[in-house]
């Protein structure tokens, strides 16, 4: 903290896909716990998506599902600013400015641009080359200096600190360096279903439990996940897909319960048919109510709205006030 002001966290969500167990753990808890310390901006990141040229018809529907979700989550807009990315045009600016300061040969070396054109050799498009720099004008436009962030964005972070730091030498100190934050924990990272992984939304859809679940769905995905006859004599090591279930009930199911299929796993005596009728019982009691806000969230397009206005405003406030620096540094005040 820097004169008793609260640190700056800055994250962006993708306007894509359904949230899964995964994001929960991995990232929303975190962010919930975020709120409470900082001064927190949460973007949902809809104009990085298009650098993938996706039917924009979805766009509408996937931002509020994504809002909604994360709402449903424990953010809450009052606390935090939740705001779309498109909503704060001081973005577009700050990222015409720090491409001056990006150089063809690092953007080129980096490893998502490198994936994503062996993908899709037909749209290597400049913003899909710049994506770097659109994100790193995400975080500096609130001078942030924490970032949640993957093991797989990092690099990603590192070039927002080396932009920031190049501005900041040719024009005069204006942008903080940002650094991943996690709590300092260890992540928890959520095992997929099928004892391969952890769970994702690209991989095996079966093997992943989503928020927006319904019961008899999680109870199926649950009773499908990879088990084996159980151990012959008492303290046998257990194989990791056995370990997942029981990773994946430390999660949702109470600790006399964890306690009591552990005992029985370490006596030879576990039946795992019982324990995934367990798990799958605290599964639906763990997502239910989340799905159920959620929706009632997506259905209140009202509330939505008021949402994203309050969430632009705390934004754009502090892109201004950030943009207001920048131009006074670069000398672009003329009267």
Same mark, same amino acid.
């Given at each position: 903290?820097?004169? *008793?002001?609260? &640190? @700056?966290?800055?994250?962006?969500? $993708?306007?894509? *896909?359904?949230?899964?167990?995964?994001?929960? %753990? #991995?990232?929303?808890?975190?962010?919930?716990?975020?709120?409470?310390?900082?001064?927190?901006?949460?973007? @949902?990141?809809?104009?990085?998506?298009?650098?993938?040229?996706?039917?924009?018809? +979805?766009?509408?529907?996937?931002?509020?599902? @994504?809002?909604? +979700?994360?709402?449903?989550? #424990?953010?809450?807009?009052?606390?935090?600013?939740?705001?779309?990315?498109?909503?704060?045009?001081?973005?577009?600016?700050?990222?015409?400015?720090?491409?001056?300061?990006?150089?063809?040969? =690092?953007?080129?070396?980096?490893?998502? %641009?490198?994936?994503?054109?062996?993908?899709?050799? /037909?749209?290597?498009?400049?913003?899909?080359?710049?994506?770097?720099?659109?994100?790193?004008?995400?975080?500096?436009?609130?001078?942030?200096?924490?970032?949640?962030?993957?093991?797989?964005?990092?690099?990603?972070?590192?070039?927002?600190?080396? %932009?920031?730091?190049? %501005?900041?030498?040719?024009?005069? +100190?204006?942008?903080?360096?940002?650094? &991943?934050?996690?709590?300092? =924990?260890?992540?928890?990272?959520?095992?997929?279903?099928?004892?391969?992984?952890?769970?994702?939304?690209?991989?095996?859809?079966?093997?992943?439990?989503? !928020?927006?679940? =319904?019961?008899?769905?999680?109870?199926?995905? @649950?009773?499908?996940?990879?088990? /084996?006859? #159980?151990?012959?004599?008492?303290?046998?090591?257990?194989?990791?897909?056995?370990?997942?279930?029981? !990773?994946?009930?430390?999660?949702?199911? &109470?600790?006399?319960?964890?306690?009591?299929?552990?005992?029985?796993?370490?006596?030879?005596?576990?039946?795992? *048919?019982?324990?995934?009728?367990?798990?799958?019982?605290?599964?639906?009691?763990?997502?239910?109510?989340? $799905?159920?806000?959620?929706?009632?969230?997506?259905?209140?397009?009202?509330?939505?709205?008021?949402?994203?206005?309050?969430?632009?405003?705390?934004?754009?406030?502090?892109?201004?006030?950030?943009? =207001?620096?920048?131009?006074?540094?670069? #000398? !672009?005040?003329?009267?």
């Amino acid at each position: 903290m820097e004169n *008793g002001k609260k &640190a @700056v966290v800055m994250s962006g969500i $993708r306007s894509t *896909g359904f949230l899964h167990l995964g994001n929960y %753990f #991995g990232a929303i808890r975190n962010y919930v716990r975020m709120q409470e310390e900082y001064e927190c901006y949460f973007m @949902v990141a809809d104009l990085h998506t298009l650098t993938t040229h996706p039917d924009t018809k +979805e766009l509408k529907s996937n931002v509020h599902r @994504v809002l909604a +979700e994360n709402i449903a989550c #424990g953010l809450d807009p009052e606390k935090v600013a939740l705001y779309c990315q498109s909503h704060v045009y001081e973005t577009a600016e700050l990222y015409l400015i720090l491409n001056m300061l990006a150089y063809k040969g =690092e953007l080129e070396k980096t490893t998502t %641009f490198k994936d994503k054109a062996r993908l899709h050799p /037909d749209n290597i498009n400049a913003g899909l080359l710049t994506y770097p720099v659109l994100m790193a004008a995400d975080i500096l436009l609130h001078r942030a200096s924490l970032v949640p962030v993957g093991k797989d964005q990092e690099q990603h972070l590192e070039m927002t600190r080396n %932009f920031g730091n190049r %501005f900041n030498h040719r024009y005069g +100190e204006v942008f903080p360096e940002a650094f &991943a934050f996690n709590f300092g =924990e260890e992540l928890v990272k959520v095992p997929s279903l099928d004892g391969a992984g952890k769970m994702s939304k690209s991989e095996n859809q079966y093997a992943t439990l989503y !928020l927006s679940d =319904e019961d008899d769905l999680i109870r199926k995905k @649950v009773m499908k996940a990879k088990t /084996d006859a #159980g151990p012959t004599e008492p303290n046998t090591p257990m194989p990791d897909y056995i370990e997942n279930i029981f !990773l994946l009930m430390k999660l949702v199911s &109470a600790p006399d319960v964890v306690e009591k299929f552990t005992s029985d796993y370490n006596n030879a005596a576990i039946r795992y *048919g019982d324990m995934k009728k367990q798990l799958a019982e605290d599964m639906v009691n763990f997502i239910r109510p989340i $799905r159920e806000k959620t929706e009632s969230i997506r259905n209140d397009e009202q509330y939505l709205r008021r949402i994203m206005e309050m969430g632009a405003e705390k934004a754009r406030k502090s892109a201004a006030a950030t943009m =207001e620096k920048v131009r006074e540094a670069i #000398g !672009l005040k003329y009267y």
